[in-house]
Nanobody, 126 residues
Framework: QVQLVESGGGLVQAGGSLRLSCAAP????????MGWFRQAPGKEREFVAA????????YYLDSVQGRFIISRANAKETVYLQMNSLKPEDTAVYYC???????????????????WGQGTQVTVSS
């Protein structure tokens, strides 16, 4: 059974940085696109970033472009989200997701992802 395990969340002051990690033991990691989503209290889950398996092409939510960096280490079956210049509005539970690379739906679409992690809390204080 595939499990995605996130780590690295926590409490940070505005302007600070955090790096989230998502390990995917049991997943054919190199054949899956990987994504990060987040959900703030009272809001719907939203796309944050994604990276393709074949070329490592990244995609970002406009509001995190230039501040967040997604990367993957296929040999370690791990995807990372480096979050810099954090803002209070980045506060949310962050979820890692994996979706088959041959799924034609866009990387920002939550329904294209087959596996999800349990989430890790990120809190940014002002």
């Amino acid at each position: 059974q595939v499990q995605l395990v996130e780590s690295g969340g926590g409490l940070v002051q505005a302007g600070g940085s955090l790096r989230l990690s998502c390990a995917a033991p049991g997943l054919t990691f190199s054949r899956h696109n990987m994504g990060w989503f987040r959900q703030a209290p009272g809001k719907e889950r939203e796309f944050v970033a994604a990276i393709t398996w074949s070329t490592g092409t990244p995609y970002y939510l406009d509001s995190v472009q230039g501040r967040f960096i997604i990367s993957r280490a296929n040999a370690k079956e791990t995807v990372y989200l480096q979050m810099n210049s954090l803002k209070p509005e980045d506060t949310a539970v962050y979820y890692c997701a994996a979706g088959r690379a041959n799924d034609s739906r866009g990387p920002t679409t939550a329904s294209r992802y087959d596996y999800w992690g349990q989430g890790t809390q990120v809190t940014v204080s002002s």
